[in-house]
């Protein structure tokens, strides 16, 4: 009687036993699961890009970081997640994005523009950062020279080739007396290019009209004040401001009769007749390599900052034709050449 009870008491437990093994088993591969995705998401880094405006410089460096990061095998998604956000020139809201950043922590912080880098050394003391599209970082305060710099900050600096691109206007125009450019004096790398462009054109005897224009609204007006100077060509530097508006200055000029040279890239497709273009894309690449180099435990007071490693050289036959500029047999042959068409 006694085994006939227990072996009921078993019959009717074993089903129960056997469910709460299943339950067991299931919640412990849940949570092994849970661990594992909560590592995976440990290892994903996060990283942020912050933008001072819309312009074709920025577009390209922000490609060509993320490109950059893939073709250091990493990929998004997977092993980072990138967050952009852009200013829209406005000061105010660049103070509040690198505010967020603060807050926020991102394993890298990626930033373009001269004014972002000036805000950043302000405000950002822990956070890895690497700049991308700045002229001069040492002008913008981001250290006292290439290898003397603050200890969290390094990147790319996209410094046009001023000299080479005087010694092209004398080999392609060498007539040419006085040239004109439109800069930025709220900008400090426009101001720097500026004055750049202007030595070497003195050194080459060659005289710079330089017109300051303050806002996006004065490109017209300040553009065509510019042309009435009548200089021999226009030579436009590159900063903020006058590059989102390049298409209009060279639309202005080519109404004028006169020539424009200048160093962004997408000016060749605006008209422009010849431009020296450092390589936004690949400086968005090289920043994209210097924070693999971060990520893998270099401290960034020790990485110097680098210029851009990649220059181009574009021509545009149209707009050359259209002003009866025969451009010289030699350009054909430079390294890293582009005909626009």
């Given at each position: 009687?006694?085994?006939?009870?227990?072996?009921?008491?078993?019959?009717?437990?074993?089903?129960?036993?056997?469910?709460?093994?299943?339950?067991?088993?299931?919640?412990?591969?849940?949570?092994?699961?849970?661990?594992?995705?909560?590592?995976?998401?440990?290892?994903?880094?996060?990283?942020?890009?912050?933008?001072?405006?819309?312009?074709?410089?920025?577009?390209?460096?922000?490609?060509?970081?993320?490109?950059?990061?893939?073709?250091?095998?990493?990929?998004?998604?997977?092993?980072?997640?990138?967050?952009?956000?852009?200013?829209?020139?406005?000061?105010?809201?660049?103070?509040?994005?690198?505010?967020?950043?603060?807050?926020?922590?991102?394993?890298?912080?990626?930033?373009?523009?001269?004014?972002?880098?000036?805000?950043?050394?302000?405000?950002?003391?822990?956070?890895?950062?690497?700049?991308?599209?700045?002229?001069?970082?040492?002008?913008?305060?981001?250290?006292?020279?290439?290898?003397?710099?603050?200890?969290?900050?390094?990147?790319?600096?996209?410094?046009?080739?001023?000299?080479?691109?005087?010694?092209?206007?004398?080999?392609?125009?060498?007539?040419?007396?006085?040239?004109?450019?439109?800069?930025?004096?709220?900008?400090?790398?426009?101001?720097?290019?500026?004055?750049?462009?202007?030595?070497?054109?003195?050194?080459?005897?060659?005289?710079?009209?330089?017109?300051?224009?303050?806002?996006?609204?004065?490109?017209?007006?300040?553009?065509?004040?510019?042309?009435?100077?009548?200089?021999?060509?226009?030579?436009?530097?590159?900063?903020?401001?006058?590059?989102?508006?390049?298409?209009?200055?060279?639309?202005?000029?080519?109404?004028?009769?006169?020539?424009?040279?200048?160093?962004?890239?997408?000016?060749?497709?605006?008209?422009?007749?010849?431009?020296?273009?450092?390589?936004?894309?690949?400086?968005?690449?090289?920043?994209?390599?210097?924070?693999?180099?971060?990520?893998?435990?270099?401290?960034?007071?020790?990485?110097?900052?680098?210029?851009?490693?990649?220059?181009?050289?574009?021509?545009?036959?149209?707009?050359?034709?259209?002003f009866k500029i025969i451009l010289p047999k030699e350009i054909y042959f430079q390294k890293?050449?582009?005909?626009?068409?």
């Amino acid at each position: 009687m006694k085994h006939s009870l227990a072996n009921s008491i078993r019959a009717a437990i074993w089903p129960l036993f056997k469910i709460l093994v299943i339950i067991v088993v299931i919640s412990a591969a849940l949570l092994l699961t849970d661990k594992i995705s909560s590592r995976n998401n440990t290892a994903r880094k996060r990283f942020s890009l912050i933008q001072f405006n819309d312009s074709p410089l920025s577009d390209l460096s922000g490609h060509g970081i993320i490109d950059g990061l893939t073709s250091l095998g990493l990929v998004k998604g997977r092993d980072y997640d990138l967050y952009i956000t852009n200013a829209q020139g406005d000061m105010a809201a660049l103070n509040m994005m690198l505010d967020e950043a603060v807050n926020d922590r991102p394993d890298i912080l990626f930033i373009s523009s001269t004014p972002t880098l000036q805000a950043a050394v302000k405000k950002i003391r822990a956070l890895p950062v690497i700049f991308t599209v700045v002229a001069d970082p040492v002008l913008a305060g981001a250290g006292k020279s290439f290898q003397d710099h603050l200890p969290n900050i390094t990147g790319i600096s996209t410094l046009g080739d001023y000299e080479g691109m005087i010694r092209w206007v004398k080999i392609i125009l060498p007539r040419a007396r006085r040239i004109g450019t439109l800069f930025s004096p709220g900008e400090s790398n426009s101001v720097k290019n500026m004055n750049v462009l202007k030595d070497f054109a003195e050194q080459a005897g060659l005289n710079l009209i330089a017109v300051p224009v303050t806002s996006s609204q004065e490109i017209t007006d300040a553009a065509m004040s510019l042309a009435a100077r009548k200089p021999d060509l226009i030579c436009q530097i590159v900063d903020n401001l006058t590059s989102a508006s390049a298409a209009s200055i060279i639309s202005i000029a080519r109404n004028q009769k006169i020539p424009v040279f200048g160093f962004v890239s997408d000016q060749s497709k605006a008209g422009a007749v010849f431009v020296v273009s450092r390589d936004y894309y690949q400086a968005g690449a090289d920043a994209a390599r210097l924070a693999k180099r971060v990520l893998d435990g270099e401290n960034p007071a020790e990485i110097p900052f680098e210029f851009v490693r990649k220059t181009d050289i574009l021509i545009n036959p149209s707009a050359a034709a259209f002003f009866k500029i025969i451009l010289p047999k030699e350009i054909y042959f430079q390294k890293n050449m582009i005909i626009t068409k």
